[in-house]
């Protein structure tokens, strides 16, 4: 891919510019992105060893603790590495590919979060039905579809903002690449490919995020008329899935669908959804989920 551009490397300005910070930065970042890491790879050691956890919902966490190391990893270990360094470069290809990959992972996770809404309203409202309605190949189908949309998608946010020129400042206001940052530093007129990439993550973040309402809504209308121990057994297999959504989604879309402006802000609030909201998601499934705690319990008495 040709690019006119002239700057060959960006400096990722990271979270602040102050030593004594950076040196609590990487402190506290890389004890939040190891305890990601290990986390997740814990949930997905645990559900794909266990004779137990194969229904669909569990298919479906396995999948999304996978992409959140994935997540985490393009963003955190750039960043961490950063607070060491004066200067924390990344090649123009380096850069192009970290933006590709945020928002590949990033889509993946909300589509795959929209997929398990799904199976949450089908197990409730359908319950009967459940077994041939969300059959392992539908699943299959649905994990896939997630991969292929989340690709279409960042491709859609990446060859725009790759195609234009950067010819003059190469310090990026981010501690990651990602596009808004980019705009600011391209030598052309960015306003085209700005609304292009927010009508882009506005509709995906935006949509998923309605669809996920609307799934609770029909959840919530449909349990009139249970008694109390109904409500309990169907929201208490929806809580942990409903803080998961509401930790991710809040700042994801409130980045996804504002224009280029106040780029602090941007870096506060991605810090919560690129490596905080990662690390919750495991601790979150595991307290709120008696089969899965259980199954981590035997799984780290067997490991010792």
Known sequence: MENSSSVKEFILLGLSGDQ?????YFVVFLLFYT???????????????????????????CHLSFVDICYSSVTAPK?????????NTISFAGCIGQLFGF??????????????????????????????????????????????????HSTFQTL?????????????????????????LA???????????????????LGCFLILVTSYVVILVSLRGQKPAGWHKALSTCGSHITVVVLFF?????????PSGDLAADRSVAVFYTLIAPMLNPLIYTLRNREVKGTVRKLCSRKV
Not at 168 to 184: E, F, I, S
Request: net charge positive.
């Open 250 to 258: 809040g700042p994801c879309t409130f980045v996804s669908v504002r």
């Open 20 to 24: 004594g910070v950076q040196k609590i």
């Open 160 to 184: 725009p903002t790759a195609l234009l020129p950067f010819c003059g400042p190469n310090k990026v206001a981010h501690y990651y690449c990602d596009v808004h940052p980019l705009l600011h």
């Open 187 to 205: 030598c052309a007129d960015t306003r085209v490919v700005s609304l292009v990439t927010v009508a882009n993550g506005g509709v995906i973040s």
């Open 103 to 152: 928002h590949f992972f990033g889509c993946t996770e909300i589509f795959i979060l929209t997929a398990m809404a799904y199976d949450r309203y089908v197990a409730i409202c359908r319950p009967l039905h459940y077994p041939a309605l969300m059959s392992r190949r539908l699943c299959g189908r649905m994990v896939g579809g997630s991969w292929v949309g989340a690709f279409l």
């Open 35 to 61: 305890l990601t890491v290990a986390g997740n790879l814990l949930i997905v050691l645990t559900v794909t060893s266990s004779r137990h956890l194969k229904s669909p919902m569990y298919f479906f966490l």
């Open 79 to 87: 960043m961490i590495s950063g607070f060491l360094v004066e200067n």
